[in-house]
């Protein structure tokens, strides 16, 4: 539908200027009239950025919109806002130009509401899915200093941060788990393909066959007709491992395990800390005071034990005590360098500016965890394959070559 400038005056005399979506100027004039505006003036669509363009079928793209769109979003609307124009403007310029029809669908309910008076913060609250508390307490802080072109900017940045270490700990997973499935499928094909091929060979040469010889054709046998059973127990055991981290109880155990764990556990760590400050300090710095800043970092710590730090840190600064002594008693969760820096902060009233030093640390040992847990794996999976087949190779063809050699004499 073609996009129509308009000026009204409401029952005050109030002048109100914006853009609505509307097949005809005369809807338009009747969408004010039911808004009780008084419509002086309604411009018909203009050309550029303002043109109602439409792509072919084929080239719409449709599905949810993740965190990649919301950060170009961002970034598109403080340059549009830099550039001076109005925020309802802004965002209908954005619409037209989202590629997801959720999100244009969201931006179309946001510009609308803007459009009555509601303030830019509360419309994007009504869209948890794609603008979180953290999302929303920015922007306020924005329209309250004036500054929303730079705190979008901000936004950007840190999502684009956010992505980044999400990604890498993604890869530092993806490799691994996809070597193990195919260790554990050529294991598979192995003991359900091969082995039986020998199994009957072996019983054709007859003599009595090693224990190891035994349990391997049993595993194969096992592997061959109760094959269904496995995969029921591994089903099973993801879906229960599944509900029990959706438990309070569940998901302190298993994070706690995470944190523990050799090389993975570091890994884990240095990722909620990066995270952790550069959310903390970016809440600091745009005018978010220290109470809230500390419950919305907590909402995305995506940590367990990590979340029952900052609620006890959270508790001390309500107490009036310092944030640092909490992180100082927590040396397992957040280690001394971060509590240390947290103090300086807290002494020289720059907390949002240690906590982006922070940030840039971590993430600089975000990168050498996932390299140092790449380089730990490796060895251990090429163990683990090398390890499966020998002890099939030396299951087969040991009691074989026995069988020739008696045979033989």
């Known amino acids: 539908m073609p996009l129509y400038a308009y000026k009204a005056r409401d029952r005050s005399g109030r002048l109100v200027e914006a853009v609505m979506e509307a097949p005809t100027q005369r809807d338009v004039a009747l969408a004010l009239r039911e808004k ?9 669509p203009k050309t550029g950025l303002h043109a109602d363009v439409k792509l072919p079928a084929w080239l719409s793209v449709g599905g949810k919109p993740n965190l990649r769109d919301v950060t170009v979003f961002s970034r598109q609307f403080a340059t549009v806002i830099n550039a001076g124009l109005p925020v309802v403007q802004s965002l ?3 619409q037209r130009q989202a590629e997801k029809d959720a999100l244009k669908e969201a931006l179309k309910r946001i510009r609308e509401e803007v459009e009555t008076g509601t303030p830019l913060s509360e419309a994007l609250a009504k869209h948890p899915k794609l ?3 953290l999302y929303v307490y920015l922007v306020r802080a924005g329209e309250a200093s004036g500054n929303l072109d730079s705190i979008l900017e901000r936004i950007a940045l840190y999502q684009e941060k956010q992505a980044a270490l999400r990604g890498k700990l993604r890869s530092a997973l993806t490799y691994p788990t996809v070597v193990l499935l195919i260790a554990l499928g050529v294991t598979y094909f192995l003991l359900t393909g091969i082995v039986p091929q020998f199994a009957g060979i072996l019983t054709q040469l007859g003599g009595e066959l090693p224990l190891m010889t035994r349990v391997l054709i049993a595993i194969s046998d096992f592997l061959r007709g109760q094959w269904w059973l496995l995969l029921l127990l591994a089903v099973g055991g993801v879906v229960g491992l599944g509900a029990f981290y959706r438990t309070a109880r ?5 994070d706690g395990a995470l944190l523990k764990a050799p090389v993975l556990g570091k890994l884990v760590q240095k990722t909620a800390i990066a995270s952790f400050s550069s959310t903390f300090g970016l809440l600091l710095k745009s005018g978010v005071n220290i109470l809230e800043a500390i419950d919305i970092t907590k ?11 900052l609620e006890e840190a959270k508790g001390a600064v309500q107490r009036g005590e310092q944030m640092s002594l ?4 927590r040396p397992k969760v957040f280690p001394p360098l971060v509590a240390s820096m947290v103090a300086i902060g807290e002494e020289t009233g720059a907390v949002d500016a240690m906590m982006e030093k922070v940030a840039s640390f971590y993430e600089r040992e975000v990168n050498e965890a996932v390299e140092s847990l790449t380089a730990a794996l490796e060895p251990l999976l090429i163990v683990f394959l090398g390890g499966v087949v020998g002890f099939i190779v030396a299951g087969m063809f040991l009691p074989m070559f026995a069988i020739i050699g008696q045979l033989g004499g």
């Open 36 to 44: 009780d505006l008084l419509p002086t003036e309604i411009a018909p």
């Open 92 to 94: 209908a310029i954005l």
């Open 131 to 133: 603008f979180g508390r």
């Open 250 to 254: 569940g998901r302190r155990a298993i």
């Open 299 to 309: 909402g995305t710590a995506g940590n367990a034990i990590v979340e029952d730090v």
């Open 326 to 329: 909490t992180l100082l008693a």
